[in-house]
């Protein structure tokens, strides 16, 4: 049987260094497809007629890639959707549209003119793409609603816990090198030689991994002051998707033996690809 990753890329979750590892992997049977009208406009067709007239595919990606309600019969899809934690990420979604050029998205234009609280507060407003608010929930929720407005957001939320729950599982950013060891276990028996080993991509601040994910909300907390509150209740399905995201990767670690000696191996194969880069 034809197996196939479909990798829903989403913005700023890190889906460039994903991405780089599977065309890395594949290759030529990688496709990065960046027809994003015609995904959204044919949905699921388009996205079956892709996969059936490329049968030598292995594994796309795409920004808009909709959710397939009935897979063709003959051919294993292994979706992936990865989360990020919602609060953390706007920081990351600012930087890079501060830095977007040409600045013809609204979004970049308004980065541009805009302090990084001023940016959020334009942000929150409901008549503005919902890109900080339950973003992962509304994408997960099967793309339905392109506007604004919170109205739906439950809903989305709800289908979202459905879509995670038929995963392998949900890569977290924040967990990012534990979430490929999960997946290179998982895929192994249908692609032998996975290997998921990356170089950072599309990388606008290093990591400084010492910080807690306290300390980050803390500092996030100090930068945005009253404006906080605002930004977590705008993303209450979203950190309830992302708990249940985390609570699905642990469960998943459990399930893997000599755990952290793949770890381990996992990290010594990036450092070497670091060094050849």
């Known amino acids: 049987m034809r197996s196939l990753i479909l990798h829903s890329h ?3 979750n890190a889906g460039s260094t994903f991405d780089w590892s599977l065309r890395r992997c594949f290759e030529d049977n990688f496709l990065d497809h960046r027809d994003d009208e015609g995904m959204r406009e044919g949905g699921n067709e388009f996205l079956k007629s892709l996969i059936l007239k490329n049968p030598k595919l292995m594994a796309i990606s795409s920004h808009v890639m909709p959710l397939i309600h009935s897979y063709p019969t003959e051919i294993k899809i292994i979706p992936i959707y990865f989360l990020r934690h919602p609060l953390l990420r ?8 501060l ?14 003119n ?11 407003d409901e008549k503005v793409g919902a890109i900080i608010r339950n973003y992962h929930s509304r994408y997960l929720g099967g793309l339905r609603r392109r506007g604004p407005s919170a109205k739906g957001d439950k809903e989305d939320f709800e289908t979202a816990l459905q879509t995670l729950s038929q995963t392998t599982i949900a890569p ?3 967990h990012y090198d534990s979430s490929m060891i999960i997946l290179e276990e998982a895929l192994k028996p249908l692609f032998n030689s996975i290997d998921l080993s990356y170089v950072p991509q599309n990388v606008l601040q290093k990591e400084d991994k010492e ?3 306290d300390e980050k909300l803390l500092e ?8 906080y509150d605002d930004l977590v209740a705008v993303n209450r399905f979203d950190l309830l998707l992302y708990e249940a995201g985390i609570k699905l990767l642990y469960s998943q670690k459990e399930k893997i033996p000599q755990f952290e000696n793949k770890l381990c191996d996992f990290n010594h194969r990036c450092e070497c690809l670091k060094k050849e880069g």
């Open 99 to 112: 830095r977007q050029l040409p600045a013809i998205t609204p979004g970049a234009i308004e980065a541009k």
């Open 10 to 12: 989403l913005f700023k």
């Open 90 to 97: 706007v920081r990351s979604v600012y930087e890079f549209e």
């Open 220 to 227: 996030l907390k100090h930068d945005l002051g009253e404006l």
């Open 211 to 213: 910080i807690t994910l």
């Open 172 to 174: 977290i950013v924040e």
């Open 114 to 124: 805009r302090s990084f609280r001023e940016y959020i507060a334009w942000r929150l």
